[in-house]
């Protein structure tokens, strides 16, 4: 059953949003909810099943599986809280969160802290212009990687690969151990954009080609991918004329990027940083918006995944602490509400310890006139905590009464009180 108030929501269950969870309750949030919209907890290291994670951070090599494991037991064990198969829709500045789910239907909810952990989205064939027919058969990595591992399906047999991105490289060596035939790994940058490690252990173990300064010019097919025109490329990205050459294949994956997924920070006024895609965050993962915090490839796309749960054990960290300080500050503020015949009272709230320093002053507009004795008076809904009295009310004409420093001790004891204003 959700409860309506969170100390802290988390957007996202892959690494970033597990640790956030996990050390957030650490910290002493009482309620900390993940809302994940697939099935289960663990995001993208659940389609990862080659090993190379946590070597940093357990100092042991585990396949992506096994590393989200560990966490989504400590997920469970201390008491997270989590909705599957939830949609977060939107984010409000001040921490309302609406989201959508097959089983529980709309959700709305509000927190004191919230940790983005969305991760990234692949770059696509149009984010990066590339021209040619629109045949079946063009696959972001990650696509990919997900028809393979996950759904039991090869997307192909002869396969070339745009980006020496660790996504490619890996899903490179995971096709060829399916018995496709990768026959070429294609990088526009003079450079390899991936780890070393995953050159060595998934191209050069397995002899696949990489050509670094070459890129896609042409995409060849009807119906199916048939070949790619591959091009060597100059400093200014532009084809050197006689290196053309066409590469037979029925499959071409893309490995060329990822962008933080970010239109959900954005609604909430979340700026963003124009070179990562992120968000600008502070030391503890904090954005501009207070009490919103980001972790993960959301906020820049990491190397490693030892830290990405790094940065989420941060983010959860400091959203705990921000919750707590929250509660406590509501704990020591008092609402003001409008009685019988007013309209509205300044201040809304009142800081409890204002009155160790001086008598506070509540103004207000009355709803309809009284003439003659009239009473203004300030309860916590059994005792009268001040009333005064003035000779008429009249909506055009501001009332005012003040909370005696005496009133202190009695003050101490609500959490709301009410004007009226009334006949005497
Ligand atoms: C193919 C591949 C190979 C890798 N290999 C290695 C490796 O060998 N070693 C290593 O250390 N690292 C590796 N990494 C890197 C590492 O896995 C990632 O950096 C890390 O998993 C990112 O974690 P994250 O929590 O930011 O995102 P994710 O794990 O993607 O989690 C984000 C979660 O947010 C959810 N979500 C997004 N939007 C919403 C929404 N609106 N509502 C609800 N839920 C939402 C998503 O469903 C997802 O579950 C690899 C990554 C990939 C993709």
């Known amino acids: 059953m959700l409860k309506q108030k969170y100390d802290v929501i988390v957007i996202g269950s892959g690494p970033a949003g597990l640790a956030a969870a996990v050390e957030a309750k650490k910290t002493g949030a009482e309620d900390v909810l993940i809302i994940e919209r697939d099935r289960e907890l663990g995001g993208i290291l659940l389609q990862c099943i080659h090993n190379g994670f946590g070597v940093e951070l357990l100092k042991e090599d585990l396949p992506g599986p096994a590393y989200a494991q560990r966490y989504i037991e400590e997920v469970h064990e201390s008491g997270v809280e989590t909705l599957l198969d939830a949609m977060v829709l939107d984010i409000s500045p001040s921490r309302h969160i609406y989201a959508i789910s097959e089983w529980s239907g709309f959700a709305e909810l509000d927190a004191r802290a919230i940790v983005l952990a969305m991760d990234c989205r692949e770059r696509t064939r149009a984010q990066i212009r590339l021209r040619g027919s629109r045949p079946a058969g063009v696959y972001t990595a990650g696509t990919a990687q997900r028809f393979t591992n996950i759904e039991g399906s090869l997307p192909g047999e002869r396969i070339v690969i745009l980006g020496s991105g660790d996504i490619g490289m890996i899903m490179a060596r995971r096709l060829t151990f399916e018995g496709a035939k990768v026959e070429r790994v294609l990088e ?194 059994e005792n009268q905590i001040v009333r005064k009295g003035q000779r008429y009310a009249r909506p055009g004409e501001m009332v005012t009464v003040k909370i005696p420093q005496k009133a202190y001790d009695e003050v101490q004891k609500t959490d709301r009180l009410t004007v009226n204003v009334v006949a005497r």
């Open 188 to 381: 526009i940058m003079p450079f390899l954009t991936g780890l070393t490690r995953n050159y060595v252990q998934c191209l050069l173990d397995f002899d696949i080609p990489l050509q670094l300064r070459h890129t896609v010019a042409r995409i060849i097919g009807n119906r199916r991918v048939e070949a790619v025109e591959a091009v060597q490329v100059d400093e200014k990205w532009q084809p050197v004329e006689g290196t053309r050459e066409i590469i037979p294949c029925d499959t071409l994956l893309l490995s060329v990027g990822l962008i933080p997924e970010n239109e959900l920070s954005k609604k909430a006024g979340v700026l963003l940083d124009p070179v990562t895609n992120g968000p600008f965050v502070d030391q503890g993962m904090q954005t501009n918006v207070p009490g919103i915090f980001a972790a993960g490839n959301v906020v820049h796309v990491y190397d490693l995944v030892d830290w990405v749960t790094e940065a989420g054990f941060v983010a959860g960290r400091a959203a705990a602490k921000y919750a707590i300080a929250q509660r406590k500050r509501v704990a020591r503020q008092v609402k003001l509400q409008a009685g019988a015949n007013v309209r509205y009272v300044v201040p809304h709230v009142m800081d409890k310890e204002a009155l160790a320093e001086s008598d506070q002053k509540l103004q207000m507009r009355v709803v309809s006139p009284i003439e003659g004795k009239v009473w203004v008076q300030v309860t916590d809904g």
